[in-house]
């Protein structure tokens, strides 16, 4: 299994990508290159913002005890560029790949007192220590195009921009079905679902 490069992204025009037929200049999640499209900016990395709003759970899930009195599964994101992955929830246990992307989503699907057992965005199931992660949450652009980023929580809204594939942007909040997220200044709206990172359900099987 391969490592997560630090993400690389910056803003393409909308005209361009339509040109283009919104074909991924960046394709990836190896690389996790992606980008927010909107009319006559410059390229700019993406800046994740500081939301630290966590995943709203089931009761079932909330009485559910665990040793950090969090429920599983939950999201997390990454607090460092560079993160070993472990085969279980020890360092004495094998070195699978390294995450090299700092503010990746994570699920959460069981946790010891030290260690996390974590979900990425490519369906990987590893062991990484609960120093590295953050309650931060954010979501990542895994479908094969740009995703709008709708100006109101309801469909038919006008796009204020989109979230180019691979591209990362921090998670707001979620409310009735839908998620507000933002990245590099733009804000919008995407279906609860639309981005790996804003579905409660369980993301690996």
Known sequence: MGAFPAPAAALISETLIKAAGYGQGEARIKTLRGSIVRRGKAPAMIALGLATVLASHGATAAERVTPSGYPVPRYVTLKFPKVNARA?????????????????????????????????????????????????????????????????????AQPAAFLSVHALASLVRCQKGWCKVKADGAAGWVREGALWGTADVPQCH
């Open 88 to 156: 279980g929830p020890g360092e004495d246990h094998k070195l699978m790949f390294v995450y090299r992307s700092r503010g990746l989503p994570l699920q959460v699907v069981a946790e010891t007192s030290e260690w996390r057992r974590v979900c990425d965005p490519e369906g990987q199931v590893a062991w990484v220590h609960k120093r590295v992660t953050d309650g931060r949450r954010a979501a990542i652009n895994m479908s094969q195009r740009p995703v709008p980023l709708a100006r109101a929580p309801r469909p038919g």
